[in-house]
Every structure is written in C-alpha cells, then in structure tokens.
C-alpha cells in the first residue's frame, strides 16, 4: 500500500507567497495613485472656485481699468494661491475678454469670461453737461 501525502509542498508554498506579494503590491500602488488624484481634484476644484469669485468680485467692480491684476487669498487663509487677471478686447464695442487665472504650487486653473465695459463719459464744450453715448445727458 502506497502512501499519499496530503498538503502542499515547500515550493508550492513559496510561489504562492510570491504571486499574493506581487499582487499586493500592485493593489498598494492602485490605492495610492486615487489617493494622490483625489488631492489633485480637490485642488484643481477650489482653485476653480477661487476663479468663479475673482469673476464675481469683477462683474460687480465699477470699471475694470482700475480693477486689481494681481494678488492672493491670504483674507481667505490662503496666502499660497494666487491670481492674475488679463483685461483684452474682444472686438466687440465695449465688451472685454477678462480671464482669471489662479496658481498655487505648479497647479494652475483659469476662467475667462466677456464682461460689458460701459463707454466712458465725454463733456461737452458748450454747455458743460456730461453725456454718456446711449444714456443721455446728465446734468451737473
């Protein structure tokens, strides 16, 4: 009568070990890689709403001229994240093409956004009132 032996050998054992090693590892990385993803959405997400804001806060500035084109968010505690707005023509008669680009570290998110820029008023010579084109006339 033969004997058999029942259980897994010393080899047997040892490629196992390595295959659930090498799949461990993988699996490790994978949850590491949405980890830093995760912190790279989040960022990109509040940098674009830091850029919604500087737009808001730009609609609302009387002339875009004397706006603010640089400056951070230290009065929101993030003195690290910084903005830069560009002013440009776009063609149009007293419409401008504003873009808002916000930084922090080597992150970078912009939005751009064409804002009605009232004509500036003129003043007549011979009466001394002050007109603005397709407003009137406004008395002194």
Not at 52 to 60: E, G, V, Y
Not at 104 to 127: D, G, I
Request: hydrophobic share 40%.
């Amino acid at each position: 009568m033969a004997k058999t032996q029942k259980g897994f050998t010393l080899v047997e054992l040892i490629v196992t070990i390595f295959i659930v090693s090498v799949a461990l590892v993988a699996v490790m990385g994978g949850i590491r890689s949405l980890g830093v993803a995760d912190v790279k959405a989040h960022e990109a997400e509040l940098l674009q709403q830091f850029a919604a804001q500087k737009l808001a806060d730009l609609r609302t500035a009387a002339d875009l001229n004397n706006a603010e084109t640089s400056g951070n968010f230290s009065d929101q505690g993030y003195a690290g994240v910084t903005f830069q707005v560009t002013v440009q023509p776009s063609g149009t008669d007293n419409v401008d093409e504003v873009k808002v680009t916000v930084l922090h570290n080597n992150e970078a998110q912009s939005l751009t956004e064409l804002m009605f820029v009232p004509p500036a008023p003129t003043t007549s010579t011979t009466t001394g009132a002050t007109t603005t084109p397709g407003r009137g006339v406004k008395l002194r």
